[in-house]
């Protein structure tokens, strides 16, 4: 069936060094959302993209999806202990209505 | 500040109990989800609603589990019998109804079953 991948499952960081995930579907999305989820926390809304090729900034983080439509990626620099969390991408599937297909998420450890 | 609210937040439950879990959206949305999250399967759609009416529940154990809405304001997910592979935390988000929609999580409810 349909699977979002996200890599890399898990990364450690030193503070101030540079982190990306990644996501790739085997289908074309028709958009992807991304999501940050905070130890013993919740999912909540970062960004939505829609556009083939669009990038999105929310200061140290940039947001881009594929030309393809495929893959997206999330890269946050210089990162600070409070970008601890896991990191979810979740895409929407075309003519898939309000359902989003989550990625199994990379979990951001930051050593200060 | 609208929020989607959870209870229990927590529920710890002998093997064979029937848990209830209950969702109440934020006011407005017409769209209602239930995930299970675990750390070996990470976040499941179990199902969805929309106006009510459940969309699609086929990530749902049918033998096990029901998912309702009996009015707008209110979802609960049921299991019954309860195992302990049910264990996980368990999150109801809604949405809005438009497909671009964000979807906003409730604080889940962490199900330990003994």
């Known amino acids: 069936g349909q699977q979002v991948m996200q890599i890399p499952q898990y990364q450690h960081v030193q503070e101030g060094e540079d982190f990306t995930t990644y996501c790739n579907s085997s289908?074309?999305?028709?958009?992807i959302q991304w999501y940050k989820q905070r130890p013993g926390g919740h999912p909540v809304f970062l960004i939505q993209?829609?556009?083939?090729?669009e990038v999105k900034k929310q200061k140290r983080l940039t947001f881009q999806f594929g030309e393809a439509k495929k893959n997206s990626s999330l890269h946050i620099t210089a990162t600070q202990t409070t970008d601890v969390g896991t990191y979810f991408c979740?895409?929407?599937?075309?003519?898939?209505?309000?359902?989003?297909?989550f990625g199994g998420g990379t979990r951001l450890m930051v050593k200060p | 500040d609208a929020r989607v609210t959870q209870t229990p937040r927590h529920k710890v439950t002998e093997m064979g109990q029937e848990v209830t879990m209950r969702c109440q959206p934020i006011?407005?949305?017409?769209?209602v989800f239930w995930y299970r999250q675990t750390m070996m399967q990470g976040l499941e759609l179990l199902a969805y609603?929309?106006?009510?009416?459940?969309?699609?529940d086929s990530g749902m154990p049918k033998d096990r589990f029901s998912a309702e809405m009996p009015d707008a304001t209110l979802a609960t997910l049921k299991i019954q019998p309860s195992e302990p592979r049910d264990s996980a935390v368990y999150f109801c988000?809604?949405?809005?109804?438009?497909?671009?929609?964000?979807?906003?999580f409730g604080p889940g409810t962490r199900l330990t079953v003994l």
């Open positions: 609603f929309r106006n009510r009416a459940p969309l699609d």
């Open positions: 988000a809604s949405a809005e109804g438009q497909s671009t929609d964000t979807q906003y």
């Open positions: 993209l829609v556009k083939s090729g």
């Open positions: 006011l407005g949305h017409n769209t």
């Open positions: 289908t074309t999305l028709s958009n």
């Open positions: 979740a895409g929407r599937l075309n003519n898939a209505g309000n359902m989003l297909t």
